[in-house]
């Protein structure tokens, strides 16, 4: 029994998340189907974490294990001819037996873009936010220092989801200005649900001037949903890597 | 009577062309309903020069004439809300009353994306063209520099298409890497139907090595369409700028 590490990219425009589940387009059915339709095996598609409905990814970590003598540098382009080309095996590797995707993750990074200038853009109006608005970016590079670390994101995740814990903690960020637009990097052992687009909205709140950026800790600390930003959409997010 | 410059930005995947054609969404159309939605007024927008069906543009050039008082630091956003998000108007400008958008352009520059990655990438898949087999790029580096001067490109035209003149003048040359993408990168006088994608095409055969760079002088000599390479697909052109 092998068991194969994939290196995943898509396009979450085209899906509901990665998430399988009936009747819906989904990244983990489709791939468990090329990969039943490869190796004649159903598998069970062990992703790093979900992505909801519209979130990209450059690239994914996700295995699964199997009988299948097909050879590991094969499988990559076996995969993609039976994909849509929205998904894309970018690579595989066999890993050792007892590997798995989401318990052995040590950390995980994502994007999000925001397109800051006057008019927006037609040619990537799929792949950013848009805000017209000038965001004060010096303000929201002071703002989100005030992530790092360990801490409760209980204010930061979508109301109604039950997750055990919801203590994450974040080992990097970065505001980086390119041109128009403003691209904000996370880097974490862990996100909770919507917990990034939630950043990423309260960090906007910032850059209009709606939130002091010395007023970060408070909010964190109030583990209240409603004293941070709205949810940015989903299309401005990018899963960029998964790290073991 | 005032004289509106437009530079427009479309991602070319969603239309026709550039050029108004009954029954087909094509860029001209789009825009000058719009212009008649704000201003009332049936207009003939004239562009640079027609892109085709599927060309993306990053700032084409083109002027209309109008007796609207709307000012005209309002008229991108006015426009904007009357069109598609695959087309935005990236800025307008009063100008002389005589400036013609196709009769006083002095250079062009195109670029065409290729993706030289093992597996394609899924996210950018309308907005590159893929090809696997790995390509020569200081081959393709030699090759491109043939093109430039003043040449009859006759070779590089699509067939059936008849203009007054084959000849241009091609000012300056460019093939980048960056990272997984090979950048193809022209500025000329002008560019014939087709002729940035067969100059591409010629390249792609010589980074496969089906070409020596040094045969490109005969074959742009030889004026026969047959010589040069296919005609690589319009989703990966992008006309850059337009400068008068």
Same mark, same amino acid.
């Given at each position: 029994?092998?068991?194969?590490?994939?290196?995943?990219?898509?396009?979450?425009?085209?899906?509901?998340?990665?998430?399988?589940?009936?009747?819906?387009?989904?990244?983990?059915?489709?791939?468990?189907?090329?990969?039943?339709?490869?190796?004649?095996?159903?598998?069970?598609?062990?992703?790093?974490?979900?992505?909801?409905?519209?979130?990209?990814?450059?690239?994914?970590?996700?295995?699964?294990? $199997?009988? @299948?003598?097909?050879?590991?540098? /094969? #499988?990559?382009?076996?995969?993609?001819? %039976?994909?849509?080309?929205? &998904?894309? =095996?970018?690579?595989?590797?066999?890993?050792?037996?007892?590997?798995?995707?989401?318990?052995?993750?040590?950390?995980?990074?994502?994007?999000?873009?925001?397109?800051?200038?006057?008019?927006?853009?037609?040619?990537?109006?799929?792949?950013?936010?848009?805000?017209?608005?000038?965001?004060?970016?010096?303000?929201?590079?002071?703002?989100?220092?005030?992530?790092?670390?360990?801490?409760?994101?209980?204010?930061?995740?979508?109301?109604? $989801?039950? @997750?055990?814990?919801?203590?994450? /903690? #974040?080992?990097?960020?970065?505001?980086? %200005?390119?041109?128009?637009? &403003?691209? =904000?990097?996370?880097?974490?052992?862990?996100?909770?649900?919507?917990?990034?687009?939630?950043?990423?909205?309260?960090?906007?709140?910032?850059?209009?001037?709606?939130?002091?950026?010395?007023?970060?800790?408070?909010?964190?600390?109030?583990?209240?949903?409603?004293?941070?930003?709205?949810?940015?959409?989903?299309?401005?997010?990018?899963?960029?890597?998964?790290?073991?």
């Amino acid at each position: 029994m092998k068991n194969i590490k994939l290196t995943i990219e898509y396009d979450g425009k085209d899906f509901n998340g990665w998430q399988k589940q009936p009747n819906k387009l989904n990244i983990q059915g489709e791939i468990e189907r090329a990969i039943e339709e490869v190796t004649g095996e159903k598998v069970d598609l062990i992703a790093s974490g979900r992505t909801d409905a519209g979130v990209h990814a450059l690239a994914q970590s996700a295995n699964f294990k $199997t009988n @299948s003598n097909i050879p590991v540098e /094969k #499988i990559p382009v076996a995969l993609n001819t %039976k994909l849509k080309k929205s &998904i894309r =095996i970018q690579d595989a590797k066999e890993v050792e037996e007892k590997f798995h995707s989401r318990y052995n993750c040590k950390q995980k990074t994502y994007k999000y873009i925001i397109n800051n200038g006057e008019q927006g853009t037609a040619i990537y109006r799929n792949l950013e936010y848009f805000i017209p608005t000038k965001l004060n970016v010096e303000k929201m590079k002071t703002a989100i220092n005030f992530f790092e670390g360990e801490h409760d994101f209980k204010g930061f995740k979508a109301s109604g $989801t039950s @997750s055990k814990s919801s203590i994450r /903690k #974040i080992y990097k960020t970065k505001v980086e %200005k390119d041109g128009d637009r &403003i691209i =904000i990097q996370l880097t974490g052992n862990g996100f909770l649900y919507n917990m990034v687009r939630i950043i990423s909205g309260t960090l906007v709140d910032v850059g209009l001037g709606k939130i002091d950026p010395e007023k970060i800790p408070e909010i964190i600390e109030s583990k209240d949903r409603t004293k941070a930003g709205k949810t940015l959409p989903p299309y401005g997010l990018y899963l960029v890597k998964v790290e073991y």
